[in-house]
T-cell receptor
Framework: DQQVKQNSPSLSVQEGRISILNCDYTNSMFDYFLWYKKYPAEGPTFLISISSIKDKNEDGRFTVFLNKSAKHLSLHIVPSQPGDSAVYFCAAIVNFGNEKLTFGTGTRLTIIP | GAVVSQHPSWVICKSGTSVKIECRSLDFQATTMFWYRQFPKQSLMLMATSNEGSKATYEQGVEKDKFLINHASLTLSTLTVTSAHPEDSSFYIC??????????FGEGSRLTVL
């Protein structure tokens, strides 16, 4: 049972444009969400997170939006850069402080120069 | 920033042999580390939580006799895949949290069982 889903396995975006990566979840107990970036043969690195009490969190070029009623979150990257090409995972936690992350299946983002 | 390192990064072994993967927190102490497994084009699945000085907590469906976890010190956890078979071939990743802060991941270890 995949509780965190990323329905787009891949996405291609022109350099300089906005990249939007989507993530849906089914468990209403999730109260903290994170986005990770992963290069091949490397471990994931943390990008940005959001608590369920917020609907938006911004950090430089990265913004995460949370729609609790729709159980949907998205990561916006603007402007997209070639170095952003990677696999992006969303992850969720039940009760922040609990360290058990549930990951989505990932979306491979390719930025076209 | 904090660093978590895994070794080896890539290992090939024959079916039936055992393989040990190490996970080290290089500049902080971690009472808890986590082991994940990633199949190609799939999400990272939590296998087990490694607790320093006590038994690991395994997720449902993970064979604890197959995947032995030892957290011998505050900076080292090991995952041993016993009697490895081709279906155990995967990318194994560990993580550790520094204090109450960010969760850091190791570089991952790719296991190929022939």
């Amino acid at each position: 049972d995949q509780q965190v889903k990323q329905n787009s396995p891949s996405l291609s975006v022109q350099e300089g444009r906005i990249s939007i990566l989507n993530c849906d979840y089914t468990n209403s107990m999730f109260d903290y969400f994170l986005w990770y970036k992963k290069y091949p043969a490397e471990g994931p690195t943390f990008l940005i997170s959001i608590s369920s009490i917020k609907d938006k969190n911004e950090d430089g070029r990265f913004t995460v939006f949370l729609n609790k009623s729709a159980k949907h979150l998205s990561l916006h990257i603007v402007p997209s850069q070639p170095g952003d090409s990677a696999v992006y995972f969303c992850a969720a936690i039940v009760n922040f402080g609990n360290e058990k992350l549930t990951f989505g299946t990932g979306t491979r983002l390719t930025i076209i120069p | 920033g904090a660093v978590v390192s895994q070794h080896p990064s890539w290992v090939i072994c024959k079916s039936g042999t055992s393989v040990k993967i190490e996970c080290r927190s290089l500049d902080f102490q971690a009472t808890t580390m986590f082991w994940y497994r990633q199949f190609p084009k799939q999400s990272l699945m939590l296998m087990a939580t490694s607790n320093e000085g006590s038994k690991a907590t395994y997720e449902q469906g993970v064979e604890k006799d197959k995947f032995l976890i030892n957290h011998a010190s505050l900076t080292l956890s090991t995952l041993t895949v016993t009697s490895a078979h081709p279906e155990d071939s995967s990318f194994y990743i560990c993580s550790a949290r520094q204090g109450g802060g960010e969760l850091f991941f190791g570089e991952g270890s790719r296991l190929t069982v022939l």
